[in-house]
């Protein structure tokens, strides 16, 4: 087999035959390097060499116990983990640098730690006194965590084989150092292989292995999207800079549903779990103002209510401004289109802002309805109705879809105190002591009703 060199992007993962300025794939400048071959010919040449031993089959209805969790007693990261860390997985956490990942896996190790787990720490970016004096300061000075501070992956496998903790903590993966490998540390070939090791080690060992990941300004984990194969569970630590709220979210979990999340606030002692994110969210929000709406949105596997804010302007460009922190932008342009097909509602020559308040990100289709009308009250200078929660999904036609869990979006709602709610019409809307629903079969009905206008 000839041994042709292999070019790959550092930033998306994508190879090619040949070097280039830019990446084709994602456009990326300067993040093609050459790589060796992977292990290609070595392997096939014991497939064709030697015959390999049988594996072991069984019928599905083998009996199978649900694996022995431990938790943590941080029930932000226990649920967001599916019920608590499950022996020898593998789980990567990423997030922006600065987001407060060395911080949340500090204080995970001190709690697993101090709940009876053996933890090694090992730091590739900070010292080992670093990490001290953060532990120190954190108040986790007397948890049972035993401290590294290494990049050399050989030496960091072999310490772990003699150790044999529970529970490594690898901060960060893009610093790990294969020797095997003749790239830089952080490249694709690098990560890639420290991260095989790694799960390979938690697989075969009985060690649950979490492996910190830088993300890089587009929201992918730097280097190679393939780490988030290799693991059993991928969690996002996220936030806005300058608030102090972080939100870790399961993007895949194979012990857990995906898409839980767990919301913690950063402050001078640590994080702080938040036990009633909805409260946090709308902590700032004073009495109903135009452009501001509630929704009460599923998150996972609990409802949280979190505030949309709307602003519309005239536009002094030529091209008017669309601008959405939060939420989906095209999902925006499909919203302004159908108020304007359907409603008659036109956008044309004024900007639009839209921003979910608190940072969070919300992805559910079933605030439609909820950014529908943040944009028309916004648009007609009306605030909604004093109390109200607004959730559905908006089809093109106009159409309001129902949603799921509709009985929980109104029960967290009247918990705060809300007491109304703008909802798509369903045959069979469940009832909630101290909650009035109002339910709308179109767009244009629910503008009527609200707005006085169609
Ligand atoms: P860090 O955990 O180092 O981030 P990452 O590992 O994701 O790069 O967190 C860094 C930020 O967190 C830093 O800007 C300071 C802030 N911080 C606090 O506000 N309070 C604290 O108790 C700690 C430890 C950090
Ligand atoms: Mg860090």
């Given at each position: ?333 499909m919203?302004?289109a159908v108020?304007?097909a359907r ?51 908006l089809s093109l036609s106009g ?56």
């Amino acid at each position: 087999m000839s041994k042709k060199p292999v070019f790959v992007c550092n930033a998306c993962g994508a190879t090619t035959s040949k070097w280039a300025g830019q990446c084709d794939s994602c456009n990326e400048w300067n993040s093609i390097t050459e790589e060796k071959p992977l292990t290609s010919s070595s392997s096939s040449k014991a497939i064709g060499g030697k015959r390999g031993g049988k594996i072991t089959l069984t019928a599905l209805d083998t009996k199978e116990t649900p694996p022995a969790r431990t938790r943590s007693l941080m029930d932000e990261l226990d649920r967001v983990l599916g019920g608590g860390l499950v022996p020898s997985s593998a789980i990567l956490v990423g997030g922006d640098p600065g987001i407060g990942k060395s911080t949340l896996l500090l204080q995970a190790a001190a709690m697993f730690a101090s709940n009876g787990l053996k933890t090694i720490y090992i730091s590739g970016e900070e010292a080992s006194a670093q990490v001290r004096m953060r532990a120190q300061r954190l108040g986790l000075k007397d948890a049972p965590v035993m401290l590294g501070a290494e990049t050399n992956l050989r030496d960091i496998l072999t310490t772990l084989e003699e150790e044999k903790p529970q529970l490594a903590i690898i901060d960060s993966i893009q610093t790990m150092w294969v020797d095997t490998v003749d790239s830089a540390p952080g490249s694709v070939s690098q990560v890639r292989s420290a991260a095989h090791e790694l799960t390979s080690f938690a697989k075969s060992k009985g060690t649950s292995v979490i492996l910190v990941g830088h993300v890089t300004k587009d929201g992918q984990i730097a280097g190679p999207r393939v780490v988030e194969h290799m693991v059993d569970t991928v969690l996002y630590f996220e936030g806005e800079r300058g608030h102090q709220f972080r939100i870790l979210r399961a993007v895949k979990n194979r012990f857990g549903p995906a898409d839980e999340i767990g919301v913690f606030e950063m402050t001078g002692a640590g994080l702080q779990e938040v036990r009633n994110p909805s409260a946090l969210f709308l902590s700032e929000r004073g009495t109903a103002t135009p452009g501001s709406v509630v929704f009460s949105g599923i998150e996972g596997t609990r409802p949280v209510l979190v505030e949309f804010q709307a602003l519309v302007a005239p536009s002094p460009h030529s091209q008017a401004r669309r601008t959405v922190v939060g939420w989906d932008s095209s999902r925006l342009a499909m919203i302004l289109a159908v108020l304007e097909a359907r409603c008659g509602i036109p956008f044309a020559g004024l900007d639009v802002y839209l921003n979910v308040a608190g940072g969070l990100k919300v992805s559910e289709p079933a605030a439609d309805l909820a950014v529908a009308a943040a944009l028309l009250s916004a648009r007609e200078d009306a605030a909604l109705p004093e109390g109200a929660i607004v959730f559905g999904e908006l089809s093109l036609s106009g159409a309001l879809r129902n949603v799921s869990q509709t009985e929980n979006r109104l029960k967290e709602a009247q918990k705060l105190g809300f007491t109304s709610a703008i909802m798509p019409k369903g045959k069979k809307t469940p009832k909630v002591a101290g909650m009035a629903t109002s339910g709308y079969e179109d767009l244009t009905e629910f503008v009527g009703a609200i707005f006085g206008a169609g």
